[in-house]
């Protein structure tokens, strides 16, 4: 597993990982997890603190039906996308300030999402 995809695996046990100082990591797991996901962290912890660390936010979002990371800017973006976020997934703060500024509606960011997906694009404000 990329670290981003044990991250995601934890979050869908419903747990949660905690990067603190360093090289520590804390986690909180269900108590019947699978012995495997403990062992994937434990293999990816140097990694998976440094994706702890990085000035982003992991978001899950009804509306496009998965979970997107919305990065403080570009070299997050390329950070998160090289520790196995999908670059569909990956937003940066300047993206969603174009779609908050615009009013966005539901219906209109799954057509964004998809058409940004499908060119490898990106969104900027065109004013």
Same mark, same amino acid.
């Given at each position: 597993?990329?670290?981003?995809?044990?991250?995601?695996?934890?979050?869908?046990?419903? *747990?949660?990982?905690?990067?603190?100082?360093?090289?520590?990591?804390?986690?909180?797991?269900?108590?019947?997890?699978?012995?495997? &996901?403990?062992?994937?962290?434990?293999?990816?912890?140097?990694?998976?603190?440094?994706?702890?660390?990085?000035?982003?936010?992991?978001?899950?979002?009804?509306? &496009?039906?998965?979970?997107?990371?919305?990065?403080?800017?570009?070299?997050?973006?390329?950070?998160?996308?090289?520790? *196995?976020?999908?670059?569909?997934?990956?937003?940066?703060?300047?993206?969603?300030?174009?779609?908050?500024?615009?009013?966005?509606?539901?219906?209109? &960011?799954?057509?964004?999402?998809?058409?940004?997906?499908?060119?490898? *694009?990106?969104?900027?404000?065109?004013?």
């Amino acid at each position: 597993m990329t670290p981003i995809q044990t991250i995601l695996a934890v979050l869908a046990v419903r *747990g949660k990982l905690v990067a603190g100082g360093s090289d520590r990591l804390t986690m909180w797991l269900p108590r019947d997890v699978d012995p495997q &996901l403990k062992a994937e962290i434990r293999a990816n912890k140097a990694a998976l603190i440094e994706v702890l660390k990085l000035p982003a936010k992991i978001v899950r979002s009804d509306t &496009l039906g998965i979970i997107v990371f919305w990065a403080a800017d570009e070299p997050t973006k390329e950070a998160l996308i090289q520790y *196995g976020a999908d670059p569909a997934a990956v937003y940066t703060t300047a993206e969603i300030t174009v779609l908050v500024k615009n009013h966005v509606t539901p219906d209109q &960011l799954v057509r964004i999402h998809t058409a940004r997906d499908l060119f490898h *694009g990106r969104i900027v404000d065109s004013k």
